[in-house]
């Protein structure tokens, strides 16, 4: 698990540091196909079965609907960086840290697992909040989920299948929810660009 | 099935019913069908709010439903907001000008997702594990983002938007939060985590302590607690008002009785006193958060949502400090709050007709441009600012009271110093909105005052008996039931 694990950081800070929409959607997806191996790896049961196959459904569904926002919204310019990639990075392995700092070993099955689901929670919080694009905050979002579901499947004993199946629907209606804004603030503004949505400010 | 079993079936199904039925309903009997399910809805709704307050026996049904005082009550306010919303809403739909979506569809998705909105938000307080509580949570986000961002404005989107963003990643922290408590309890499934068994699992205390914190500034997110309370103001300024009304006055309750279930269940585990530090904490920060924007001119509805962060701060104080006082005050405040909030956003709808640069700007001299609009506005302010006779008044001193009968003294302190400054800055406003110099010049028909005007005659009765009922509270059943939890 270990490996599944690091692999998982891996393609997460990917996310944070690529430009390109089409790659940061394609690294999210092979994260979601690593967590279904993952799941038919750990063991033969029924249950194993059922929670790969709804980790992969998952991953499918959300790659055809974001590769089909990317393709409805061509940007005639990518939109500005805000924050330059090592930045980023740099904010995301440092926060991962703090957590893994703060955080006391909590019973995965795998202190590995610990960590890299930290990571990935801290990665998913670091690419909502430093990328402007609101595909990538969609994203983030996903990358938090990521990091969620190998918490699931490391956990002792059998996985929750009617609850994995549940974050699995309520991700999918988030993300459909996320593209029909997205979709909107595009035509509204001419980019994916949450910098153009800083009307309703107080003093 | 038993026959409580049957009501809690009939409450989550009947909205999924509406949402269902506005897709085929014929355009003519649209809004005629889908307030007929909204009073059908409301009925059953009011029905298992009576059998959780006055039968408080056999809570449990299950490991997912749980049916008990303190959800009776959010049930019970869910379903008088939800069925007012439904009521006012034809009239916000014959107003809106522009949609989020197509013209021919718009209102049957606005039915459509108000009802799934309506259902899910039921499912919340009757959820009888962590892992069902959050899937309900999670499950309100979706469907309430795309009503907040109905009008499809720029300032609608961008509401929206924050929403769906802050309130997903919030929500995330919280199952992380969950998850470690599954973790350390040695897994067999999050629906093991019921409101029951948690305070008697075997948890690791400082495990314990860092999931609760995780799951509570996840849920704070939801619920708009500051710091983590951007998205409030906005959600609930942009959002079409009948939504408005059920965002603050409905949701943010329903998801704090949430924490509230959580910080119960862990107690045992973490210590009483830490428990309801990190809630005090909280209602603090939001009431501090909240005083200075209470203080400045702000459009309507704005002004609504922060006065909804204050309020939201408030309760977090009371579930807080626990207590019998606190949490009298506590039920109460839910009750007045829903009352007198959902009114203040109900009358938006004929403010905005009448005084359009209302949804941008504070108003001013309404009591003398549209008396009978200025009564209702009056009326909610009045409550919401704590004047009394408004129950809000009432249930504030309770809280605060309870603070110093926990032995809380520096934090029931600061917190009355708050509820005061928040008091003038509120009260301000409201002399502001009566009397004050009228802003704007281009004036019309209130269209949709005679609905709010009937609610503003329903809710004054209802605002003053529960203002008697809070003296009441404090020695009864319900407060006894509250203060016991699930555990």
Redesign the interface.
């Known amino acids: 698990m270990s490996g599944i694990a690091w692999a998982l950081v891996a393609l997460g800070i990917g996310v944070i540091v690529i430009r390109r929409r089409s790659i940061a959607v394609a690294l999210v997806t092979a994260q979601a196909f690593v967590l279904a191996v993952a799941a038919l790896a750990e063991g033969a049961s029924a249950d194993d079965v059922v929670a790969a196959t709804a980790l992969g459904v998952r991953g499918v569904v959300l790659a055809a609907l974001f590769l089909f926002l990317v393709r409805r919204t061509r940007e005639t310019r990518p939109v500005p960086v805000g924050v330059a990639p090592l930045a980023r990075a740099a904010a995301a392995v440092t926060l991962a840290l703090a957590l893994i700092w703060l955080v006391p070993p909590f019973g995965l099955e795998t202190h590995e697992a610990e960590q890299a689901t930290l990571s990935l929670v801290a990665l998913g919080l670091v690419t909502a909040a430093m990328r402007r694009a609101t595909l990538f905050q969609v994203l983030g979002i996903v990358l938090v989920e990521n990091g969620l579901a190998l918490a699931a499947l490391s956990l002792p004993g059998e996985p929750s299948l009617a609850i994995e199946i549940g974050v699995a629907v309520d991700l999918l209606l988030v993300a459909l929810v996320a593209g029909v804004f997205h979709q909107r603030i595009f035509a509204e503004f001419g980019a994916g660009d949450t910098a153009a949505l800083r009307s309703l400010r107080d003093s | 099935m038993t026959p409580r079993e049957w009501l809690v079936t009939v409450v989550l199904v009947l909205p999924l019913v509406g949402a269902g039925a506005a897709g085929v309903v014929s355009r003519g009997w649209l809004c005629r069908v889908m307030t007929g399910i909204a009073v059908l809805t409301a009925l059953a709704a009011l029905t298992l709010a009576a059998v959780a307050l006055l039968e408080p026996t056999h809570r449990e049904l299950g490991r997912w439903i749980v049916v008990d005082p303190a959800g009776g009550i959010i049930v019970g306010v869910i379903a008088c907001v939800g069925v007012a919303s439904a009521l006012v809403s034809p009239q916000f739909l014959s107003m809106r000008r522009g949609s989020?979506f197509q013209a021919g569809r718009a209102d049957r998705i606005y039915w459509a997702t108000f009802f799934a909105f309506w259902a899910v938000l039921l499912a919340v307080p009757l959820a009888g594990n962590l892992?069902a509580a959050w899937?309900a949570i999670?499950?309100t986000?979706?469907a309430s983002?795309?009503l907040v961002?109905f009008s499809?404005r720029?300032?609608a989107?961008?509401?929206?938007?924050?929403y769906?963003?802050l309130t997903?990643?919030g929500l995330?922290?919280a199952?992380?939060g969950i998850?470690?408590l599954?973790?350390?309890a040695?897994?067999?499934?999050?629906?093991m985590l019921t409101w029951r068994t948690l305070p008697h699992l075997s948890l690791?205390s400082?495990?314990a302590v860092?999931?609760y914190v995780l799951l509570l500034a996840g849920l704070a997110a939801k619920i708009g607690w500051a710091p983590v309370h951007n998205w409030l103001?906005?959600a609930h300024?942009?959002a079409p008002a009948p939504v408005s009304a059920l965002l603050s006055a409905a949701l943010l309750p329903a998801v704090l009785l949430v924490a509230w279930r959580s910080q119960q269940a862990l107690a045992p585990t973490i210590g009483v006193r830490t428990a309801g530090s990190v809630l005090v904490g909280f209602g603090l920060a939001s009431l501090a958060v909240a005083v200075p924007?209470l203080w400045?001119s702000?459009a309507w509805k704005?002004l609504l949502a922060y006065s909804s962060l204050e309020h939201m701060g408030v309760i977090a104080l009371g579930v807080g400090f626990g207590g019998t006082l606190a949490l009298a005050g506590v039920a109460i405040h839910v009750v007045g709050h829903a009352l007198a909030k959902a009114l203040g956003f109900y009358a938006a709808i004929p403010l905005l007709a009448h005084e359009p640069r209302a949804s941008g700007h504070g108003v001013g001299g309404i009591g003398t441009t549209e008396p009978a609009l200025g009564v209702s506005l009056g009326v909610s302010l009045g409550a919401l600012a704590g004047l009394p006779p408004s129950p809000l008044f009432v249930s504030e001193v309770l809280i605060v009271a309870g603070g110093f009968q926990v032995g809380r003294p520096w934090a029931a302190g600061a917190a009355a110093i708050l509820l005061a400054l928040g008091f003038l800055g509120l009260t301000h406003a409201l002399i502001d909105t009566l009397i004050g110099k009228p802003r704007g010049r281009d004036r019309h028909p209130a269209l949709g005052l005679r609905a709010v005007t009937t609610m503003t005659i329903v809710a004054v009765p209802l605002l003053l008996a529960l203002t008697v009922a809070a003296l009441w509270l404090p020695d009864s059943a319900i407060v006894q039931g509250l203060i016991r939890g699930l555990g």
Request: hydrophobic share 45%; proline share 2%.
């Open positions: 989020l892992g899937l999670e499950a986000t979706a983002a795309l961002g499809g720029a300032r989107l961008e509401a929206g938007w924050k769906l963003i997903s990643l995330g922290v199952l992380l998850l470690m599954e973790s350390a040695g897994g067999g499934g999050i629906e690791d400082d495990v860092v999931a103001p906005d300024s942009e924007f400045q702000q704005r």
